[in-house]
């Protein structure tokens, strides 16, 4: 980056992270028990981030939500999370995310995989679409946030990271260090050991929904490797493996292992 890009963009940065008061700020790093252990550096990289994507995207309250700072920003902060690694251009695309109160049905149709319109009526917390916004129920984001293995946040940003290189797959676009072939390999033996569990009515040490498909296995594997990594290290360490390369970040090391 040159030296006017960056001039430019520390103005852009000052004049943003302005725009909230710091005890909105607080309030809202306060309420991610996930962000514990990021180091200073991280910590500015994950402010940054959180201001450029709220001047990047619009939040868009719906059914009379009633929309604050800090709600905004604990929505930047967990957005920024996966991508703190990554940059804010891993977003691209895309340029909203609307937020309902609470858990809401999707008014849309959809084509199924025989060719057939179906209507989607199942209750959601969350939702992407590709080439489209992000959609999030206030209520579940607001629960999600308890290093309980679950976040909406996470869930549906991971399904748009995964929508860069086509419908979601499991697959996101890959680092030159990185090989597509063990991704595939290593997602793949979990998603089938998931499934198998979910199968004989187990106790599953992941979200069972992962095991609908490929893309809700690296959506659901994502929200607990942000969430409860020790967890995800322990029963699939080869994913977790895939993700900390993915994800350039090692949230085990920064949860700590009693996480
Ligand atoms: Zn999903």
């Given amino acids: 980056m040159g030296r006017l890009s960056a001039w ?12 909230y008061a710091q005890a909105d700020w607080d309030a809202a790093w306060g309420s991610l028990p996930l962000l514990a252990g990021l ?12 201001v450029l994507f709220l001047r990047d995207k ?20 967990l957005a920024g999370l996966p991508i703190l ?3 804010l251009d ?7 995310v609307i937020l309902y109160p609470a858990a809401f049905i999707p008014a849309h149709e959809y084509t199924d995989a025989d060719g057939l319109v179906q209507v989607d009526d199942q209750v959601k917390g969350g939702e992407a679409w590709e080439r489209g916004p992000v959609i999030l129920s ?12 679950y976040n909406v946040v996470v869930h549906e940003l991971a399904h748009k990271l995964d929508m860069l290189n ?47 498909s490929p893309g809700e296995f690296f959506a659901v594997a994502s929200e607990a490797f942000f ?24 949230p085990l090391v920064r949860l700590g292992r009693g996480a």
């Avoid at 619009?58 to 902060?77: D, F, H, S």
């Avoid at 891993?90 to 909203?96: A, I, L, M, P, T």
């Fill in 8 to 19: 430019w963009r520390s103005r852009v940065l000052a004049r943003e992270r302005r725009r």
């Fill in 166 to 212: 086509g419908r979601p797959n499991g697959r996101p676009p890959m680092h030159g260090d990185m090989s597509g072939a063990a991704w595939t390999r290593d997602l793949s033996a979990a998603f089938a050991d998931l499934g198998r569990r979910v199968d004989a009515g187990a106790q599953t040490p992941l979200d069972p929904y992962g095991a609908e």
């Fill in 85 to 87: 690694g990554l940059g």
């Fill in 39 to 50: 180091n200073p550096a991280q910590s500015i990289r994950l402010a940054e981030l959180a």
């Fill in 227 to 250: 969430e409860t990594p020790r967890v995800l290290h322990a029963e699939y360490p080869a994913v977790y493996a895939q993700l900390r390369a993915f994800y350039r970040q090692d």
């Fill in 58 to 77: 619009r939040i868009e309250p719906a059914q009379g939500l009633v929309l604050t700072a800090q709600m905004r920003l604990t929505i930047a902060l």
């Fill in 138 to 149: 206030w209520a579940d984001v607001a629960a999600g946030c308890r290093l309980d293995g």
């Fill in 90 to 96: 891993w977003y691209r695309g895309w340029y909203s």
